[in-house]
Structures are given as C-alpha cells and as structure tokens.
C-alpha cells in the first residue's frame, strides 16, 4: 500500500485546525448552556408545584428517548418550518432560518441539558436533610439554603460526572456533520472523497480527537481533585 | 401575664401528629431567661421533635407557642428571621464539609446580619477560642474529631448571638473519651447565663448543670423539677424506672 501521510497531513492539517475551533466553540458554549440548562430542569422538578415537576419529567423523558441525531435534524429542518408556520399572519410570511452552528449548539444544550438535570437532581436530593435543617436552624430561608448550602455541595459532587459529559460532548460535536456544520468530521470527508487519501484522512482525524480528549479528561481528573472535600 | 413577661418560652398545650402517629400531647413548656432546661426520657418518647417544634424545624400540629410575648406561629413573624434568636446544635454536627471552620462560623453573620468578612473573622477566632479550638480556624471540618466538630457547630450558633440555644442530643453521636471536652463547653455556656434547652442521655450533666429536669415518655411530659429532685427523688413510677435503667 502506498500511503502519502505528508501529503493527507499538509492537504488536511489547515482545514482541520480550523475545524478544532468550530469543535472547541461547539463544545465550550453547548457544555456551560447544558450545565446552567440542567440546573434550572433540576430545579423545576424539585419544585413544589406538581405541573412544573411534571412538565419537565415529560420533557426529559422525550429527550432522553429520543437520538441526539434526530434531535439535531429536528431542530435544525423542522423547527425553523414550524415558526415560520406559526408566525404566518396576514401577508407577511416569515423566514426564519439557524445557521447550522447555532442549531448544533441549541441542539447539543436540550439535549446534554436533559441529562445533566438527572446529574444535578440527584446529587441534590443527596445531600443529608441534616445540612439543609442546620442552615434552617441558623436563620436562612429556604432560598439562601438552597444557593448558598445544597447546591455548592451538590455542584461538587457532580463534577466527575460533568467531567465524563464534556469528553463525551467533544466526541459528539462529530454528529454536528449531518447537518453541515463544518467540523471535522465533515472536513475529513470531503477531503477524503476528493483525494482518495482514506486511510490516511480518517487516521488523522481519529488522532486529532484523541488529542483533544485525552488532556481534556486529563484537566478534569485534576478539577476533580481539586474541589474534591471529604465528608 | 406578669408570668409570660418574665419568661423567654412559652409553650401551651403542643401536639404534634405524624400521620394517625401522635408523637407529642399537650406538652407545656416554660423557659425563663438564663434557666437550663434538661429533656431526659427513652428514645421515641417525644423529646426530640419536642424541641424540633420548638424552633419549628417541626411544625406543631396544635398548640401555641410564644417566644419573649411573640406568638411564633401566628405567621407574623417570620421564620427564618425567629430562628435567629435560637440557636440548635445537632447530634450530627452538620457542619458545612465545603467550607473552612472560619466560614462556617462567619457564614450565617455575614449573610444574614451583614456584618463585614473581617469583623465576623475577629468574633469567629475569638468562639473559636472560647469552644477550646483557637489553631483550627484554617482546617476543614473533615479534618476534626467528632467532638471538634460539635464544638465549631456550638461556634457556629454563637456567631448569631442566639437568646436560646437548643441542644439536640449533642453528645450521642460522639466517642465516650469525647464527651467530656463538648459538656465542658456546654457547661461554660450554661455559667455564662445562656438560656439552654437540652435533650441528652448524660445524666451527670442534667443533675448537675440543670435548672430543671424534664422526664419525657410516650409524648407526655411525665415529671419535671428540679435535679435533685427527678434523680434524688423521683415521683412517678415511671421516672423510678427508666432512671433505674440508664443510672
């Protein structure tokens, strides 16, 4: 076999880098919108108010039964149909349309942000009821309880798992090819495609991914530690 | 009236019902100014969600209670604003586990009575000092012994300077050789005027720290008097018992 790494590296490297940054902007604004997403789906099902609670069971449940992929085509194709639809009034008919990163991005937040909540529920709701009862007791509301004593904790307790989503985010920004979003995946192919360099072109990628994942975990292992406090 | 005006507590006729469950009948309470009031009695007899009701960490089924001539459960006063004034120490500590044993001290001050982060630090180092724990202002709570712990929680209530300070079973959680140091701070606190309710196991504490002595069984209160009285002479046979047991 005569592979031409040089060639696949120097023809696919620039267009790949560039790439890195769609993937690194993906990644970056989709995991903080998924964290603050999360947080505030945990909240509402730890409301007090039984449709709100409801509400948003259903809306997990659809979520997490639903592929991430389809969910992208949805948002991306039919969501934009839908409004345009809806917003038809009289003459005027509107024409809205996402670009492809911004669909990606909302995309990604629903769809991480559903899981997430499961993340931050939880680990709210282990807190021991002793912490909550002795800020009680020492004069918070409920509220200040909440910001100031639970969810701190609960924050922490959910970082190796927020660690583990966001190595997984990064991975999953290659879904955002199939709706043209010039990443790397969709780089790599039609530099394959026009050049016949497969093996060459996807080796390259996989690595680049591997690059980018592994000091990634690496980073988080370290956060993990950091705000880690016994008990 | 004149009898309300010299008392911090009053508690008439406090039901509490878990379910079809009643856990507390008619108790009534009253609590003067600088008095310690100790709650003896076996476990299930009532007297920990008796004094949950009390900074209504339990709502009272019936009942009322007043704290220095406020009705407390009238819903005038805010609670989280009356729990300001009584402090709680808990079995299980509950110390913040994320938050230096400085912060935990200052955290309720400096959010709930503004005070500035140098000025809360300054009263904090100096309960740290009365509690017998001056080096430790720098460590997290993961670091302390058990009675370590209960001391910085008892801390952590002063820092909110509380008129009352209810004590749930503060040493039961903790090793026997630990006991002592966390009575001692208690102790100092009682000599000092502070106004202590206390539900404990440690008999030698209530007879000698204690204004008065409460004997809790079944929801009811029982007996009450002074120590000498409950532990020297008791009246009801059921005290007779139950001190036979535990002495």
New interface residues.
Partial sequence: MDLKWSEAIDGLGPSLLQGVVVVLQATIISFILAALVGLLIAMCRLSKWKVIRGVFVVFVEIIRGTPLLVQLFYIYYVVPLLLNHLLASGGTQPNIQFTALSAGIAGMTINYGAYISEVFRSAILSIDTGQKESGLALGFTQLQVLRKIVIPQALRNSIPVLGNYLVMMIKDTSLLAVISVSELLLRTQTYASQTFQTIESYTILAVVYLILSLPLAHIMKMIEKKFHVEN | MSETKQSMLTITKLSKYYGKNHVLKKVNLNVKKGEVVCIIGPSGSGKSTFLRCI?L?ERPSSGSIFYQDNDVLDGKWKT??Y??H???V?Q?Y?????KKVIDNIT??PR??KNKNKAEAEVEALELLKKVGLADKDDV?P?SLSGGQKQRV?IA??LA?HPELL?FDEPTSALDPELVGEVLRVMKGLAEEGMTMVVVTHEMGFAREVANRVIFMEGGYIVEEGAPEEIFGNPKNERTREFLARVL
């Fill in positions: 900074n960490l989280n604003e729990r300001q009584v402090g709680m808990f299980g509950y110390l913040f586990p994320f955290m309720a959010t709930l997290y993961a929680a952590r209530a909110m209810l």
